[in-house]
């Protein structure tokens, strides 16, 4: 049998093997569109002028391709709820032309607002932002490409960036698929030495002091686990769908967990460590009394979700275990190069500071 490092090896291998996978087969609504290819990128008609994204995530793939985001007037509201707006907005300066008002706060598309904003062409993820787009009489794009890719984060920006282009007959790009390759292979020595060390990590998804959502089995954040080589205490738990991602667990369950490193992803670390939670008490919690209670960083969204910057994730995490394996230096490094390969954007030093430090 393989052992564990070799076992752990082809893992990394495969996950950088499927970045560079062509997801060039478009959805069925987007086969009808003409294609066409275009010799010089500063002259290319765009197919779509007024473009909608009813989700968050695929926003930041988007926003990486300045040809189409000029043209995005409407994107649903928690591509801002969670984002560093002081960024966002120095490296987009016109972000305030667009809209998150045709959702209502319940999360329902308001078709009469949508149309108000003469879109002519909307992205979804899933049946659950569908609700019945189709209405609107325009082309709909579902950006769910199915299968296992609810875990697999590499393969779905791959496939985004690719649905984007092809749709809006636009040039291939591969931004996303290089921005993990060089995350993964920057971070493979590292995770290798963690893996050996059978590090037991918590991805605390959620964290309000009302309740406690963690990532179980078959999640993104299993996965980015799973990239910096540890090992997560709520694998056994049964997932169903995309609610794998919110777990609701008890404090009682964390502390059997006694998880040796936790990373906050909607929440406060420092609410944690300082134990300002009600009915939350984390005494007795290994990472609370090794101080290894982290918040994931918010950029332009969120890391710890499926961000333009969550190919970063796995070695802020091996940073945050070990900074001797990847220092604070060299994450700055990393970080400042992504932003100039995947938006050509210099990111200030204040900025780039507030976007690393720990809530």
């Known amino acids: 049998m393989l052992n564990g490092k070799v076992l752990f090896s082809l893992f990394i291998s495969s996950i950088i093997l499927l970045s560079t996978a062509s997801y060039a087969n478009s959805s069925e609504v987007s086969k009808t569109i003409n294609y066409q290819n275009m010799k010089n990128t500063e002259e290319i008609p765009i197919k779509f002028n007024r473009i909608i994204i009813t989700g968050n995530c695929p926003f930041g793939v988007i926003m990486a391709n300045d040809l189409a985001y000029k043209h995005v007037v409407g994107v649903g509201p928690w591509a801002f709820l969670h984002s560093n707006m002081k960024l966002l907005k120095d490296m987009k300066p016109d972000i305030d032309r667009i809209t998150t008002d045709f959702i209502n706060k319940d999360y329902v598309v308001n078709m009469e607002s949508l149309l108000n904003l003469q879109p002519d062409i909307i992205y979804y993820y899933g049946k659950s932002q569908n609700d019945n787009l189709e209405r609107a009489g325009i ?12 875990f697999e984060p590499v393969v779905t920006q791959t496939y985004w960036e690719n649905e984007f282009n092809q749709t809006l007959g636009l040039p291939h790009s591969h931004k996303f698929s290089e921005a993990w390759k060089r995350s993964l292979n920057e971070a493979k020595p590292y995770a290798e030495k963690i893996k050996s060390q059978h590090i037991r990590a918590l991805y605390l998804e959620q964290s309000d002091g009302k309740e406690l959502k963690v990532s ?42 006694d998880p040796d490193i936790v990373f906050v992803v909607f929440g406060s670390a420092k609410d944690i460590l300082n134990n300002k939670n009600p009915g939350q008490d984390w005494h007795n919690v290994k990472a609370f009394k090794d101080g290894k209670i982290f918040s994931t960083p918010v950029g332009l969204h969120n890391w710890g979700g499926l961000s333009a910057e969550t190919a970063l994730l796995p070695l802020f995490m091996i940073n945050k275990f070990n900074p ?10 990393a970080t400042r190069l992504h932003y100039k390969k995947v938006f050509d954007y210099e990111i200030p030093d204040a900025l780039l500071t507030d976007e690393l430090r720990q809530r």
């Open 324 to 333: 001797d394996y990847i220092t604070d230096a060299e994450l700055k490094v």
């Open 216 to 257: 179980g089995p078959k999640t993104y954040g299993d996965t980015y686990l799973k990239m910096a080589g540890m090992e997560n205490v709520a694998s056994d738990l049964v997932v169903k769908g995309d609610a794998g991602r919110y777990i609701n667990v008890s404090m009682e369950q964390i502390i059997q967990w």
């Open 139 to 150: 082309p709909t794009i579902n950006l769910d490409a199915g299968g296992d890719t609810k």
